[in-house]
């Protein structure tokens, strides 16, 4: 058997990347407009334009401690790069998220009643093992168990994308000589477009000496894995696959609540300029976002197997599952060979709850154009509800120093996630074009590109501020 077979074996542990609302650079920017509303939708009422539209934006964040990619980086050929699974026992991750943005519009009535409005596209996938050990050298699934004694094999994957409409509304709850208190809702609609899932527990193997060599006997297993059922509507030909594809999926519905605090300078105010009305010297926000979750019906290929036939053994492994498994459906029929039990799921519907999270947000003007941002952002806990999958956001505390005027801005963002991993990312404002990246290292390393990301969005802005003034104090200072 060639080398290949036991990395079909990993790949299996480790599905491929798939395809978040993470410009993180702008998180209590006022200029952030349309693309801070996913953050908090509180935040758009304070913005001093009197609309803005984000004709396009993308993101797409990656995180994982499995596979290294080498000799590449975003200035370098993709085609000269190469990927390896690294070596080591310990716990595997391997968590990506991705978002477009489409006509996300803004419009303020009045200064103190807002909306906002758009379509995304946008998805997660998340995938955690428990520790097992992997060497390179390795070439059947007898060297693989070689390398893990007493392993306990577990994994957990899931994967959801969704198309969605939004809208939001904000207003001002109070508003004094100290304090200012706006308050919002985005409510989402759409489809589930794209989902799977894939889990394993207890897998476990025991070993006995015959005729000298080692043979491994695979014990126990509970194997369940299945993917939307809209694949199955994408037969090789025709014409109409794609919207087969968008026509038979299910529904998914989300719901954002936020609050924003703004305190004011404290100064003598001049009641008959306006001037001042967007000036703070704090922003706190709190927000609760993705709170809901996407349908799917399982496709027609979905499976759980669960336990072992009796004497399976690892030369067996490697006859059942070889080079001639070019489909799921084939890959099935090897499994019921050797599996205790099989049922088909396809046609039962899943859910999957969105990556529910609550995040708080600290912004401090400091001087002239200067800022400076900390959030914190927390995974909500779904541990009752046992029956649904999940998903996760990998943000958990962002600190961004920022210099910003109207037109021009540097953005240099502090972040540690929930996979421990320290980045500093980068980002650049020019007038309606924002271009940013999550880890520097995807520019100037070479072998850092899987642990990273960025983004880029060209924002359209009325010349006009709602208060009919521009605001001095969030202009580039005048230089004498």
Known sequence: M??????????????????????????????????????????????????????????????????????????SNPANSKYFFNNGAYKRFADQMVNFNLLNARIAIGKKKAIAFGVNIRGYNNLHTGSFNYIDTARTFGDFFKQNPNTTFQMDQVHSAMAEFYFTYSQTVFD??????????????????????????????????????????VNNALLQYGYSSNYDRIPKGGTNNLANFFKYTEGAATIDGGVELIIKPQEVPDY????????????????????????????????????????ITDIQLDNT?????????????????????????????????????????????????????AELSVNIPTGFLKEYKRVNEINLLTITPRWETRKWGA???????????????????????LIGVHNWSNVFSKKKIQNGGGYIALVLRAREDVAGKKDRRLNCPTIF
Request: hydrophobic letters at 40%; charged letters at 10%.
């Open 411 to 433: 953005f240099l963002p502090f972040s540690f996630n929930t996979n421990k991993q320290f980045w500093i990312g980068g980002a650049f404002k020019a007038g309606p074009l």
């Open 321 to 373: 599952f070889d080079s001639t498994i070019t489909s799921l459906k084939i890959f099935n029929d090897s499994l019921a060979s050797v599996a205790g039990s099989i049922s088909n799921i396809g046609g039962n519907h899943f859910q999957v709850i969105n990556p529910m999270r609550v995040v708080l947000n600290a912004d401090r003007f400091i001087y002239g154009a200067f800022f400076i941002n």
């Open 176 to 217: 004094n000589s100290t304090a200012r208190l706006n308050a919002g809702i985005t409510v989402k609609g759409g489809r589930g477009i794209s989902g799977n899932q894939l889990s394993l527990i207890n897998g476990s193997v025991s070993n006995t000496i015959v005729n000298n060599r080692p043979v491994y006997t």
């Open 272 to 311: 008959y300029d306006d001037d001042n009305f967007y000036d703070y010297n704090w922003k706190l926000g709190l927000s609760i976002l993705d709170a809901g979750l996407a349908n799917f019906k399982y496709g027609t290929e979905s499976r759980v197997a669960s336990g072992v036939k009796a004497g």
């Open 2 to 75: 060639r080398s290949k077979t036991i990395n079909y074996f990993i790949c299996f542990l480790l599905p491929v990347f798939t395809m978040a609302q993470n410009y993180r650079a702008l998180h209590g920017s006022p200029y952030a407009g349309s693309l801070g509303v996913h953050n908090n939708p509180a935040s758009i009422l304070h913005a001093p334009y009197k609309w803005d539209l984000t004709l396009f934006g993308a993101q797409f964040k990656t995180s994982t401690n499995a596979i290294t990619v080498v000799d590449y980086s975003l200035l």
